[in-house]
Each structure stands twice: as structure tokens, then as C-alpha cells.
């Protein structure tokens, strides 16, 4: 067996892989996040819009924050947002620089 990382979804789980057959073994630790991760994705939230100034705000679950906070260790609270297609908005928790480094 040989270790090796393995990318689901963006998520990177320590594996051990055969390379004769193939087979591949998950890191409990990690299978047990990434099964974490799985049941939130598959919930779905309606949260209220509410006029802020002269901005929209959308309350993001708890659950989730906690989640990422847990498996990024450090996030901060920049945020890259995106107008990604009609009717949808993507945000993004790892793609802006943090400026105080
Ligand atoms: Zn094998």
C-alpha cells in the first residue's frame, strides 16, 4: 500500500492505494468529514434576503461556517462572491488573500 491523496469534490482525503489492484483505503478521520460534508450539501436552506443599508444580506447556517471553520482551521471573513449564472450566486471562502499577512 502506498499514501496517497485522493480529491472529492474539493475536499483532499489521505488514502493508502495498491498499486497492483488498485484498491484504496480512506483515512477513517477523513471518510468521516467528508460524509459530514456530504449530509450538508444535501440539506437545503431557505434564508430571508434583508435590505442592509443599501446592500443585501443573507444569513449563511451556522452548520456550515462551524463546518468550514473546522476544516480550514483559519477563515477569515472575506468573502469572493460571483453573479455565477441567471438566478444563482456563488460564494467563494478560499479564494480571497488575506491582505494582513
Ligand atoms: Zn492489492
Same mark, same amino acid.
Given at each position: 500500500? %502506498?499514501?496517497?491523496?485522493?480529491?472529492?469534490?474539493? *475536499?483532499?482525503?489521505?488514502? &493508502?492505494?495498491?498499486?497492483?489492484?488498485?484498491? !484504496?483505503?480512506?483515512?477513517?478521520?477523513? %471518510?468521516?468529514?467528508?460524509?459530514?460534508?456530504?449530509?450538508? /450539501?444535501?440539506?437545503? *436552506?431557505? #434564508? !430571508?434576503? $434583508?435590505?442592509?443599508?443599501?446592500?443585501?444580506?443573507?444569513?449563511?447556517? !451556522?452548520?456550515? #461556517?462551524? *463546518? &468550514? /471553520? %473546522?476544516?480550514? !482551521?483559519?477563515?477569515?471573513?472575506?468573502? $469572493?462572491?460571483?453573479? %455565477?449564472?441567471?438566478?444563482?450566486?456563488?460564494?467563494? *471562502? &478560499?479564494?480571497?488573500?488575506?491582505?494582513? $499577512?
Amino acid at each position: 500500500m %502506498e499514501k496517497a491523496k485522493i480529491s472529492k469534490n474539493g *475536499f483532499l482525503l489521505r488514502a &493508502m492505494i495498491c498499486p497492483k489492484c488498485n484498491e !484504496k483505503i480512506i483515512h477513517p478521520t477523513d %471518510e468521516q468529514e467528508y460524509n459530514k460534508f456530504i449530509n450538508l /450539501r444535501n440539506k437545503n *436552506f431557505v #434564508v !430571508k434576503m $434583508r435590505l442592509v443599508g443599501n446592500s443585501y444580506a443573507v444569513s449563511i447556517p !451556522k452548520e456550515i #461556517v462551524s *463546518f &468550514m /471553520r %473546522e476544516q480550514e !482551521k483559519i477563515m477569515n471573513d472575506m468573502v $469572493r462572491l460571483c453573479f %455565477e449564472e441567471a438566478g444563482k450566486l456563488s460564494l467563494n *471562502f &478560499m479564494g480571497v488573500k488575506n491582505d494582513k $499577512r
